[in-house]
Nanobody
Framework: QVQLVESGGGLVQAGGSLRLSCAGSGGIFGDMGWYRQAPGKQRELVAGISNGGRTNYADSVKGRFTVSRDNGKKTVYLQMNSLKPEDSAVYYC????????????WGQGTQVTVSS
């Protein structure tokens, strides 16, 4: 059974930093990444990373957020620096099984709140 378990959310002041982690289990993962959803808004891609380490970012977080992964630990990270109030949202880990393009799994979500 595939599971994704996130940790690391919380409350931080504007300009601060947080690091999110997402530990996977139950399979070998291909693309992994982070999405976020603020109240009243659609879920949006924040950052993604392939099994080989290729990354992509939403324009709104480029230069401030860094996605990375440890394949041995089946874990993906999101280092968030220079946080802004508009970064406040529930952040969700997302992953596909390696080579199974139709698969898609989500974590339970972790709240990030940035105060001004």
């Amino acid at each position: 059974q595939v599971q994704l378990v996130e940790s690391g959310g919380g409350l931080v002041q504007a300009g601060g930093s947080l690091r999110l982690s997402c530990a996977g289990s139950g399979g070998i993962f291909g693309d992994m990444g982070w999405y976020r959803q603020a109240p009243g808004k659609q879920r949006e891609l924040v950052a993604g990373i392939s099994n080989g380490g290729r990354t992509n970012y939403a324009d709104s977080v480029k230069g401030r957020f860094t996605v990375s992964r440890d394949n041995g630990k089946k874990t993906v990270y999101l280092q968030m620096n220079s946080l802004k109030p508009e970064d406040s949202a529930v952040y969700y880990c997302n992953a596909r099984l390696f080579g199974v393009w139709s698969s898609e799994y989500w974590g339970q979500g972790t709240q990030v709140t940035v105060s001004s």
